[in-house]
């Protein structure tokens, strides 16, 4: 659908040497086998660090398997979406029903690594500040606490996306 719409390339693989040919010739009757590959072949030996988004229909064990090479592999906001099965205790960021189908789609997005220690210079009216932060990390979500002048700050509402962090630093 993204190829015949929006005009997105797509790969895919499968151990299942029918499941291949059958998307094959879905490709071919949707009009985008110049823009979409499929291949019998292992999914632990394929080559995965050139996806922008990753779409799976796997089963919880081989998701969980997966997930460390999602990880180590995928840039920061690439999207990974798994038809009916979870990643264990890497909270999706979106879960929903597929309506009328019984099903669940769960959503991720890779997020960068940003545990650790930070210092930051935030330039305000009577001049730069420099704080210390130190971040706290599961997945995409984080937590933490800053020190300015010797004094205790405070993370609210931290969000990180792919690449993308926000907070709000109450001194």
Known sequence: TAAKYL?????????DRRL????LDNA????VSDRVRFHQRDLFKTKISDATVVTMYLLPHV????RPRLFAEL???TRVVSHDFHMGDWKADIEAGVRGYGSRIYFWVIPAQVGGRWRLNIEQPQGAQTYEMEL???YQEIDGSARHAGKQ???RDARLEGE????????
């Not at 291949?20 to 998307?23: A, F, G, P, Y």
Request: charged share 25%; glycine share 14%.
């Open 7 to 15: 005009g997105a390339r797509g790969f895919g693989v499968d151990l």
């Open 20 to 23: 291949v040919r059958e998307s």
């Open 28 to 31: 071919k009757a949707a009009g």
């Open 63 to 66: 998701n969980l398997e997966l």
């Open 75 to 77: 840039k920061p906001g």
């Open 136 to 138: 706290q990390q599961t």
């Open 153 to 155: 700050a405070y993370l």
């Open 164 to 171: 993308r962090i926000s907070f709000i630093l109450v001194d």
